[in-house]
């Protein structure tokens, strides 16, 4: 019922493994507001808010081959569900979504006979589970990436286009920021352009603007928060503004551009 992904990218099926999930329960997303004390006035001025971590509690039984086989499995799975490096975890009734998370707590396992049963805290410091496949992959469930109620609304949603407008769809309910480090996206841009390049999100009012020359064997990339040209970093060239996807469809619009040979959004989809 339940997987871990390692970063490595080694998938571990705890069935598989030995280890039946009893249940797996999120808690709700932590609200985090912030605010300012009003002289002489009534109330707080609401300053915005955001998400806190998440906690995630696992309830696990380990079967082992034999009850002298019990310290060997138990030692297994400390050695798994170790923290020193975060691991993403996710459950086979959600399986397109992932948490990245750590152990909170100490555990124990106690032994009847070959069974032990065991729960276990985990906390997502993100706040946030995120899709396992990006915008680019295949957006299909033979592809084994995606589930329903994931957003999804079939296999014709776009994200490399070669025209001036176009739409990107973000099948999640968080505004992808490339100022977030827990969020990724990243636009590639293969064009030709002989003083400058903007791209415009008509939807969230970003517009990020290049300042130079590309050919179509030039490779723009803006990657978080970086912007280079042929690996190198151009972000002095540019208007020092980034791009949003907002939940939904966005409106984008293309200047400058004598002739668009692609534009890619690769970015995976965020959801409370």
């Known amino acids: 019922m339940t997987y871990i992904h390692k970063l490595d990218g080694e998938i571990i099926d705890l069935d598989e493994a030995g280890i039946r999930t009893r249940d797996f329960i999120v808690s ?98 993100k706040g946030m589970a995120e899709s396992v496949g990006y915008s680019t992959d295949p957006q299909t469930f033979d592809a084994e990436l995606w589930q329903i109620g994931q957003g999804l609304l079939g296999e014709d949603n776009e994200y490399v286009h070669n025209s001036s407008a176009f739409e990107i769809y973000n099948a999640g309910d968080k505004t992808v920021d490339p100022r977030d480090p827990n969020m990724e996206i990243e636009i590639e841009v293969k064009a030709s352009v002989s003083s400058y390049i903007e791209i415009i999100n008509k939807t969230t009012g970003d517009t990020y603007r290049y300042n130079g020359k590309l050919s179509t064997s030039d490779t723009l990339k803006l990657e978080g928060v970086r912007s280079t040209k042929n690996s190198l970093s151009v972000f002095r060239d540019t208007n020092k503004k980034l791009i949003r996807i907002a939940p939904g469809f966005n409106d984008f619009e293309v200047k400058g551009a004598s002739k668009i040979e692609s534009i890619k959004f690769k970015f995976r989809f965020y959801y409370n």
């Not at 019990?70 to 975890?89: K, V």
């Open 28 to 125: 709700s997303p932590t609200p985090e507001h912030s605010s300012e004390k009003i002289v002489g006035g009534q109330g707080e001025i609401d300053m915005g808010s955001s998400s806190g971590p998440r906690d995630i509690t696992c309830l696990f039984r380990m079967t082992a081959f034999d009850s002298l086989d019990f310290g060997m499995f138990r030692d297994e799975i400390f050695s798994l569900f170790q923290s020193e490096e975060a691991f993403y975890i996710s459950e086979k009734r959600n399986p397109g979504k992932r948490w990245l998370v750590k152990v909170k707590d100490p555990y124990s396992i106690e032994q009847r006979f070959v069974y032990g049963d065991f729960e276990v805290a985990l906390v997502c410091f």
